[in-house]
């Protein structure tokens, strides 16, 4: 039996939550992080929506540190160590729609940053080499990357990768990163 993606009524938006769990300095302000999820989540909905997807009612974004990260990384992936972020959909009930957490770790950004450009850093696209890049810019494509996997998207494979990685330069381009 086919089922109807849920949607939210008409007029409501999706909820989106940031909670600072960090305890260190952020590479950009807690105001810029809301702000860049709202614009993510939007981007992501529409993605979510050309795919069928259910309507997410909210969004909780935390931001927290290596040993979180760490457990939350064994916890859900069985993979040791930090990592730049999880992301995790729940599914809807009938009692509530679906949700969506992202698990963002800032020190992962200022790591990865410090990196960019260095002979045995992370491999890049040719639009992330040209461009100038912080820890900053690293942490608002860390939350991104979460919002398109919540439309949705996949990379396990280098192909889906590349069309994430493209499609996230772009809303960072779009915020004016």
């Known amino acids: 039996m086919a089922t109807r993606a849920r949607t939210r009524p008409t007029g409501q938006t999706m909820k989106i939550a940031v909670a600072n769990r960090f305890g260190g300095v952020l590479p950009a302000g807690i105001s810029a992080v809301r702000s860049a999820a709202a614009f993510f989540a939007g981007k992501a909905e529409a993605l979510a929506a050309r795919r069928g997807m259910e309507t997410l009612e909210s969004v909780l974004v935390v931001l927290h540190g290596d040993r979180a990260s760490a457990a939350a990384h064994a916890a859900v992936m069985g993979v040791a160590g930090p990592t730049d972020v999880i992301t995790l959909r729940y599914c809807a009930t009938p009692a509530q729609g679906a949700h969506g957490e992202l698990l963002v770790n800032p020190a992962e950004a200022v ?7 260095a002979k045995d850093g992370p491999p890049l696209l ?5 461009a100038p890049w912080s820890a900053a810019h690293e942490l608002m494509l860390y939350i991104a990357h979460g919002f398109d996997h919540l439309a949705g998207s996949d990379d396990a494979a280098a192909a889906g990768f590349r069309a994430m990685r493209l499609r996230e330069l772009r809303w960072l381009d779009a915020l004016g990163l």
């Open 111 to 117: 790591r990865q940053a410090e990196r960019r450009g």
């Open 126 to 130: 040719p639009q992330e080499r040209d």
